[in-house]
């Protein structure tokens, strides 16, 4: 009986498979409703540009990230998180790269990804090179929750969710979670050793 690696991921297969039948920012948009193309083009405008301490957190890892969003091009959500997961990936460079897939496309992956017993999207799934997974983040930001807790429960202050502040909020959680899975991956033993770094 073989023992298993060191290193390996169960559901490597399922992220591979997925990352394959996914697609590029722009081909995910193709034959959607003008409607629902209309609200994620309005979504990347309002979305605000990095600033410079921002990039340079960024850059210089020397690893490949994949990040497997899944989705529905209905989902207002995901319409407001898809702009700035391409933003920080444009920004990282050739090594990163993002791909959409349709929540329902595959259902072992809809099945991966339910947070309270539900299928919810946005799921935002970071694979290194070798498919496994680095992490993941699911549904809203904490930012959106907290207002979206203030308008239905009356707890906190209701920031919005359209105002440049809330954006310029949102764009600094998600820059937190991106440096966080670059440095598992810099740091990561099997990849410090296959690269000599």
């Not at 997961?85 to 990163?96: D, Q, R």
């Not at 929540?103 to 072992?108: G, K, V, Y």
Request: charged fraction near 30%; aromatic fraction near 10%.
């Amino acid at each position: 009986m073989s023992e298993k690696p060191t290193y390996y991921d169960i559901r490597s297969e399922l992220w591979e498979k997925s990352w394959f039948s996914a697609k590029s920012y722009n081909e995910f948009l193709t034959g959607a409703s003008v409607n629902h193309v209309t609200r994620w083009n309005e979504s990347f405008e309002r979305t605000p540009d990095l600033k410079q301490d921002q990039v340079e957190k960024l850059v210089g890892y020397n690893r490949t990230l994949k990040v497997l969003m899944v989705a529905g091009v209905w989902c207002m959500d995901c319409s407001r998180t898809a702009p700035y997961l391409h933003k920080i990936i444009n920004i990282i460079g050739k090594k990163a790269e993002l791909r959409i897939i349709d929540r329902d496309a595959i259902q072992a992956l809809k099945d991966e990804i339910h947070v309270m017993g539900a299928a919810r999207v946005p799921c935002v799934i970071f694979l290194s090179e070798d498919w496994f997974e680095v992490g993941r983040f699911s549904d809203r930001s904490l930012s959106i929750y907290r207002s979206k807790m203030a308008r239905e429960v009356g707890l906190g202050i209701d920031q919005g969710i359209l105002s440049p502040q809330s954006r310029e909020k949102e764009l600094s959680e998600w820059m937190e979670i991106f440096e966080r899975i670059l440095i598992i991956l810099r740091l990561a033993p099997a990849l410090r050793k296959k690269y000599g770094d």
